[in-house]
């Protein structure tokens, strides 16, 4: 992790190869869920369908963006004693924009998600990237970590409901407008697409809509990354 | 009394915070390497989860609703004050232990002002408010549900120090491991869910 200071003069939106780093290492070498242990609650909480995972990673990516932003610009003013109130406030307001937005935007979604977008708020991911990154960099840098790391959350976080929502109900994207039945015969979710299933043999595993199937394949993700990068593994 | 306790245990076994509702699972994942640490925040979480449910009882009581002080309405404000207590109080635990338990404060790093965001703080009071507890109800639901929360993340950490020296394949070694166990323990614990503890007491 790159978290020192950058001390030598440089212009205000620079944009060099230690920028790039800041971008890309959060989708793999420092991922915040597979790496560094950050928001593992809201990935099991909505990772049984695509879609609200899909709006809730575009919201994390905004609302850990700015709270970088704002947080690295106010970093010396604010009093260690109460820092993390100030750091509370700053997000909450965030999130709140976030909601308000996404209620203008498109009603049926935030209606779906109204409970998980309050969640970023206690979204550890946000708050963890403040203390660690935020309170001691340049706001530029801040951003450029808030946004990757908001990606790398969004990588691992699609990633687990495509699998979660194509082995548990058969479909993807349901909700969406687009959604699909994939495998296994279509029965009671979608009326209107009722042939032409792959595998219609397939019976909805239930184990994958528990929220304990998520903990199995994060589990699995981590043994995939390990096994070809082989300077993450713990060798404790 | 005896509702006491059985808002108690069922808050610690059948209802756990952690295994299952899968409610503050970044720090417990994360602090669960040795018994020792992992000690030492269950304690952190039992006091802040005992000392936020009852002031976040009396706030949504006496000014939030509307019989309260203000007379009218506040409950749009209830996730911000929630939080703002909760933070408060996590800032006070971190300067104890960072006055009495310079080595713990070291070990438990990040963690410590992360409990802020643990989830099952937040969703403790927020059930305590959707579940409508009174006032010793709330106060044995955050004890419950501090030490259920002690009692798992304990568990877990006994369970990830005896299984450094089993053979299990380099790259799983660590935090892979401990996610696929905690899956396992979820759902050992899913049949605990439905045991009312009043019926036993009324039989």
Known sequence: MAETAVQEKEPLLAFGKNEQKLLSDPLNDNNPITVQ????????????????????????????????????LLRNYIPKQVRMIVQLVIIASLVTVVELTLQFLNYPIYKQLSVYIGLIIT?????????????????????LDGVGNGLGYGAILIMVALIRELFGKGSLFAGSGIEMKIIGASTDYFINTQTNTWFAWYANNNLMVLP????????????IQRSYNTKLVDIS | ??????????????????????????????????????????????????????????IAEYLLSENGVFGMDLTFL????FIAVIASMVQLVEMIVEKYSPSLYNALGIFLPLITVNCAIL???????SREYDLTQSVAFGLGGGFGWFLAIIAIAAIREKIRYSAVPAPLRGLGMAFIIT?????????????????????
Do not use: H, Q
């Not at chain 1, 979204?123 to 951003?143: D, H, Q, T, Y």
């Not at chain 1, 998520?214 to 699995?220: K, T, V």
């Open chain 1, 37 to 72: 242990v950050l928001g593992i609650c809201s990935a099991l909480a909505v990772t049984s369908l695509v879609v609200p995972s899909v709006v809730m990673s575009i919201a994390v990516v905004f609302v850990c963006a700015f709270s970088s932003l704002f947080t690295s």
């Open chain 1, 123 to 143: 979204n550890c991911i946000v708050m963890g990237r403040l203390e660690a990154f935020a309170m001691a960099n340049k706001p530029w840098r801040s951003f």
């Open chain 1, 212 to 223: 304990a199937a998520a903990m199995f394949i994060i589990g699995i993700f981590i043994w």
């Open chain 2, 1 to 58: 009394m005896g509702e006491f306790f059985n808002v108690f245990i069922k808050a610690a076994f059948v209802e756990n915070l952690v295994l299952a509702y899968f409610l503050g699972m970044c720090s417990y994942l994360a602090v669960s390497k040795t018994v020792k640490t992992a000690f030492g925040l269950g304690l952190a979480v039992i006091f802040v989860l005992g000392i936020t449910m009852p002031i976040n009882w009396l």
């Open chain 2, 78 to 81: 209830r996730l911000i004050l």
């Open chain 2, 123 to 129: 969703g403790g009071s927020l059930f305590m408010v």
């Open chain 2, 183 to 203: 899956g396992l323990m979820g759902i050992a614990f899913m049949s605990l869910m439905g045991i009312d503890p009043a019926a036993f007491a009324s039989n």
